[in-house]
């Protein structure tokens, strides 16, 4: 199983981790420099939840916006 959401299909997605030095210019300073760039991974925010699925009940992983807009029927 993949680190995706099942119901929306969100997975994980690639940004640069930005390392920087200096005072801001506003602070008083002469400004901030970049001094380096690092491959990182956002992972979404997901859970593992029984849920109802064809009629019958599933443990499926759905992100929290997916169950906060009620996306999902739960099974207690």
Same mark, same amino acid.
């Given at each position: 199983m993949a680190r995706y959401c099942e119901i %929306?299909? &969100?997975g994980s997605n690639k940004s640069n981790a930005v390392t920087r030095r200096g005072k801001a210019k506003k602070e008083g300073g002469v400004g901030r420099n970049v001094t380096g760039r690092s491959k990182r991974t956002q992972k979404p925010n997901l859970q593992k939840v029984k $849920?109802?699925?064809d009629g019958s009940t599933k443990r499926i992983?759905? %992100?929290t916006k997916c169950? &906060? $807009?009620g996306k999902v029927q739960r099974a207690y």
């Open positions: %929306c299909g &969100k $849920a109802i699925v992983k759905v %992100c169950l &906060k $807009a």
